[in-house]
């Protein structure tokens, strides 16, 4: 099955600053949703995006859905050390609400 | 509280002893779904169900068997594991007209 391309596989910031990850295909999706898991956790839902251009924010994590529905972008502002973890991007298409297709996942890392 | 919940938490078995992982959510959820997640995979779909008695392949379905007999339940069935089914498994639910899925804690399975 297919798998969506995440970058940066890994990062190490310092606390405070701000963090960019995407996640790309090679196929269009029609929503797009970010996840985040903690060690020992299951995924987290972060946002949920359902229109090409949209922007949309969930305190300091902002998310945008791709123009050409192939890819998304996950931005955090002013990081601290509980964002880490690894960040997972999904796509869905319709009428398959069931079934996503998940990134290989972006961990993250956060020094004092 | 709403949620979905996975048991046992942690299994250690052996190769060819049937074992079952349970799932169950409080949401009322139609959708459900199980994955497996495995270092530099990211997460992959055995198997889904879109409700009570209808269920369909994921992305990795060999090996596993589920089904869906009560719209809250959604057992993981391995009717003769082997150590390449050794992975960390969730589960998860979603709403109709939502895309969005809520997943269990998760269950690590080892098979020697």
């Known amino acids: 099955g297919q798998q969506l391309n995440q970058s940066p596989q890994s990062m190490f910031i310092q606390e405070g600053e701000d963090v960019s990850m995407n996640c790309t295909s090679s196929?269009?999706?029609?929503?797009w949703l970010w996840y985040k898991q903690d060690p020992g956790e299951g995924p987290v839902l972060l946002i949920a995006?359902?229109?090409?251009?949209e922007l949309t924010s969930n305190g300091r994590l902002t998310a945008q859905f791709g123009i050409t529905r192939k890819d998304s972008f996950l931005n955090i502002s002013a990081s601290i050390p509980s964002d880490v973890g690894i960040y997972f991007c999904?796509?869905?298409?319709?009428?398959?609400?069931?079934?996503?297709?998940f990134g290989t996942g972006t961990r993250l890392q956060v020094t004092l | 509280e709403a949620q979905v919940t996975q048991n046992p938490r942690y299994l250690i078995t052996v190769t060819g002893k049937k074992l079952t992982v349970t799932c169950s959510q409080n949401?009322?959820?139609?959708?459900m779904s199980w994955y497996r997640q495995d270092p530099g995979l990211g997460l992959r779909q055995i198997y889904y169900?879109?409700?009570?008695?209808?269920?369909d392949k994921g992305d990795v379905p060999e090996g596993y068997k589920v089904s869906r007999k009560e719209k809250r339940n959604f057992p993981l069935i391995l009717e003769s594991p082997s150590p390449n089914q050794t992975s960390l498994y969730f589960c998860?639910?979603?709403?109709?007209?939502?895309?969005?899925?809520?997943f269990g804690p998760g269950t690590r399975l080892t098979v020697t």
């Open positions: 998860a639910s979603t709403g109709t007209g939502t895309y969005e899925q809520y």
């Open positions: 196929s269009i999706f029609n929503t």
């Open positions: 995006l359902y229109k090409a251009g």
């Open positions: 999904a796509g869905s298409r319709a009428g398959t609400a069931s079934k996503l297709t």
């Open positions: 949401m009322n959820h139609e959708y």
């Open positions: 169900s879109m409700n009570v008695e209808v269920t």
